[in-house]
């Protein structure tokens, strides 16, 4: 009989990142809590005839690396970590924090530059998986850091982890086939639209989509997943929006965050508490106050925010859009080393119009 854990890894090697016979997989994870779900992947790997390699160093290493390292060390990048990146053919990365405020007290400055200089990686990575080249997916297990994060119990944030990825139904994959039916439409709908217009609280904002494509995500790079995006037209964003959730980024939090944009740059900005840190990721590098991606959240079964962002951004019924970097295989062609995602909820009168006509009101597509 399969255990979840079996069935979780049957849909990251099979279904996410389509493992074949030869591949080098790298499985990477921040802590051994994850062992349970690494021990399904690497098996699973095995049994498809890749060849997997697992990196999983003991906790929060990187406060220690932050709190020490010099400005040349904040700078290097180890030719290992680097040929892993232009070498292996599929990335599963399994989150797994006992501390997710581990980095709350770190050097602002220090997460920037080093932000600045792992940046290559991200985007050797992204530009590969354009290509083709390369697949990725990450993932989470339940911790009780993540539990306390979303103020659940252990046992209540580990049944909805599981039922946000539909681990709860005999085949999640039909699920995410599913949805992804139905997110192709609505991507294949703004495909052919020029102007997206936003509104609702304190927000009045535009972007200019004209030539990007418009992605449908259903557990092939994140997992769980419920999103359409697309990276708008660099300098074709205008206007102000506002961000009613706390917005949630490397261990440090922002809130009630209200942007104002210029031809795709932040010109303004404002928040009730983070600001100082909002104002050293905007400053990290050339790309990091321009706006890299805008989507809308389709997974119902995710309602609150959780203080993880890789189940918040997929909230029903909201919108988040990224400041910093922007995903080649939409056409996007901002660069940085911020990706900093932040959440709009839209149950309470926000409006998406496409050029010109309403699509989405209330949290729901209407087309």
Request: with cysteine; proline share 2%.
């Amino acid at each position: 009989m399969k255990t979840i854990w079996d069935k979780y890894a049957e849909v990251l090697v099979d279904y996410s990142t389509n493992v074949k016979k030869g591949d080098l997989v790298i499985i990477r994870s921040e802590s051994d809590y994850a062992k349970d779900l690494i021990r399904a992947v690497y098996k699973r790997i095995v049994q498809k005839g890749g060849n997997a390699l697992v990196r999983t160093p003991i906790g929060e290493l990187t406060g220690i690396f932050l709190k020490n390292a010099s400005d040349e060390q904040l700078d290097y990048i180890d030719p290992i970590t680097k040929l892993e990146y232009e070498k292996a053919d599929v990335f599963i990365s399994i989150g797994a924090p006992l501390n997710t405020k581990s980095l709350a007290r770190a050097d602002v400055a220090k997460l920037a530059r080093r932000g600045k200089a792992t940046k290559h990686l991200s985007e050797l990575l992204l530009s590969r998986a354009a290509k083709g080249d390369a697949r990725w997916v990450v993932a989470d297990v339940p911790t009780h850091a993540l539990a306390q994060e979303a103020k659940m119990s252990f046992d209540e944030y580990s049944d909805f982890l599981f039922k946000s990825c539909y681990l709860d139904l005999d085949n999640p994959v039909d699920k995410l086939k599913e949805l992804d039916e139905k997110q192709t439409n609505w991507a294949n709908y703004l495909n052919n639209v020029k102007n997206i217009h936003i509104v609702g609280e304190n927000t009045d904002i535009t972007f200019n989509v004209e030539g990007r494509k418009w992605i449908s995500c259903s557990g092939l790079n994140n997992y769980p997943d419920g999103e359409v995006f697309t990276s708008p037209v660099e300098d074709g964003i205008n206007g102000e929006i506002y961000f009613d959730f706390p917005q949630n980024y490397r261990g440090n939090s922002a809130t009630k965050v209200h942007l104002w944009i210029e031809k795709g740059k932040i010109v303004k900005f404002d928040a009730e508490t983070g600001r100082d840190y909002l104002e050293a990721m905007f400053n990290m590098d050339e790309g990091s106050n321009g706006i890299g991606e805008i989507a809308i959240g389709t997974n119902d079964e995710i309602q609150d925010v959780t203080g993880n962002i890789l189940f918040d951004e997929k909230i029903g019924g909201s919108i988040h859009m990224a400041v910093g970097a922007s995903y080649p295989e939409t056409g996007g062609k901002n660069v940085s080393g911020l990706h900093w995602d932040m959440i709009k909820g839209m149950k309470n009168g926000g409006k998406i119009f496409a050029d010109g006509t309403l699509i989405y009101e209330n949290g729901k597509f209407i087309i």
